[in-house]
């Protein structure tokens, strides 16, 4: 037997700038997006709290609500930082019977476009790889494989992984290359070598892309198909 609700609290572990606590709050009388981050809180605050989303500073370790009390824990591309032995006892503590922990986080775009798919992966794959793969955490390695080690099992028997998810949005080359500065590896590459080194990988990775797609348009007029795949694990709180 599932449980039936009512659904009516939610959370959103390392909710970063609170994007994906509010796609929760359409299903839920309350949703709080919490962070260990006080400067993502003041962002997610600023996107407007609306009138059930709410946001909190607070570790993933330790989650500031009673036994028994919420519907939903979900954490979105944030689990591989936290001490998930100490998290998963924290959704425990605070899961209703039949609640649902859910884990997605999703791998770098791919440009979707045609017979040049592969082509174009293998440029950003090399910014990753050889220009920046040095600059990365350890939990980088945890989101390529998708949170396929052991660590990340959800400690409920009633689970299940699902890898179908794809969401695909249109940019232009200049907005993939701007997406790239985004990565925590081209940051900390940025903080050790400086803004012109910085701006050199950028450059590059904009050249080989364009020249790639010959053609005769600006990155800035050219668009791409980027597509996000997702990975998802879920575990359900036994109800008794
Ligand atoms: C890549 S962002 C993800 C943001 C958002 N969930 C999304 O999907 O766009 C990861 C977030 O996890 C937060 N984080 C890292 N360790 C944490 C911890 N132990 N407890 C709570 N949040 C944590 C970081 O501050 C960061 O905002």
């Known amino acids: 037997m599932v449980y039936q609700g009512p659904f009516t609290a939610a959370i959103d572990v390392g909710c970063g700038s609170g994007q994906s606590t509010h796609i929760l709050s359409p299903h839920f009388t309350s949703v709080t997006g919490l962070d260990i981050s006080q400067a993502q809180i003041t962002e997610a605050t600023k996107l407007g709290t609306g009138t059930n989303v709410f946001f909190k500073v607070s570790g993933a370790e330790k989650l500031p609500f009673s036994e028994c009390s919420l519907q ?37 775009p791919q440009p979707i476009y045609g017979d040049l798919t592969e082509k174009l992966y293998d440029i950003i794959n090399y910014v990753y790889e050889k220009d920046t793969g040095g600059y990365w955490g350890s939990g980088r390695k945890d989101v390529d494989a998708a949170y396929s080690h052991q660590k990340f099992s959800i400690p409920y028997s009633s689970n299940t992984r699902d890898d179908t998810h794809y969401v695909d949005k249109s940019a232009t080359v200049a907005e993939l290359t701007g997406y790239i500065t985004s ?52 575990g359900r709180k036994p109800l008794s």
């Open 72 to 108: 939903l824990v979900t954490a979105g591309q944030a689990c591989h930082w936290f001490d998930l032995p100490k998290f998963y006892e924290e959704v425990d503590r605070i899961l209703v019977p039949g609640g649902v922990l859910a884990l997605y986080g999703y791998a770098f």
């Open 183 to 234: 990565w925590s590896g081209f940051q900390n590459f940025k903080a050790k070598n400086g803004d012109v080194a910085a701006q050199e990988i950028l450059d590059r990775f904009q050249n080989r892309i364009m020249s790639t797609l010959n053609l005769t348009t600006s990155p800035e007029d050219t668009q791409l198909c980027l597509r996000f795949k997702f990975f998802l694990i879920m």
